[in-house]
């Protein structure tokens, strides 16, 4: 098969019992010896360790918390903390009543 038109499709994995897609991931050389020290310290392969950390990937949240739906808005209250920081039954005083 040529270069660039392997199969789309998954590969069964006999050791795992699952099918799987192989992939190649590029580390600088920090990287790579510490993937290495990881597998041989736990006693796994590489691939199980990389696939452990991309089940377990959790996006760090986002610290821009300046929307710009309420950019240009003034205050109309004197209250000086940021509306994120107001508890709730506070900000809904006054409706419903």
């Given at each position: 098969?040529?270069?660039?038109?392997?199969?789309?499709?998954?590969?069964?994995?006999?050791?795992?019992?699952?099918?799987?897609?192989?992939?190649?991931?590029?580390?600088?050389?920090?990287?790579?010896e510490r993937l290495a020290r990881l597998a041989h310290q736990e006693g796994r392969s590489?691939?199980?360790?990389?696939?452990?950390?991309?089940?377990?990937?959790?996006?760090?949240?986002?610290?821009?918390?300046?929307?710009?739906?309420?950019?240009?808005?003034?205050?109309?209250?004197?209250?000086?903390?940021?509306?994120?920081?107001?508890?709730?039954?506070?900000?809904?005083?006054?409706f419903g009543s």
């Amino acid at each position: 098969m040529a270069r660039g038109s392997e199969p789309r499709y998954p590969t069964f994995c006999p050791i795992l019992g699952i099918a799987m897609r192989k992939t190649s991931v590029y580390l600088d050389d920090r990287e790579a010896e510490r993937l290495a020290r990881l597998a041989h310290q736990e006693g796994r392969s590489q691939a199980e360790i990389l696939r452990e950390a991309v089940a377990s990937y959790q996006p760090k949240p986002s610290q821009d918390r300046n929307f710009a739906l309420a950019a240009g808005f003034a205050r109309i209250d004197k209250d000086p903390r940021p509306i994120s920081q107001i508890p709730e039954h506070e900000l809904l005083e006054g409706f419903g009543s």
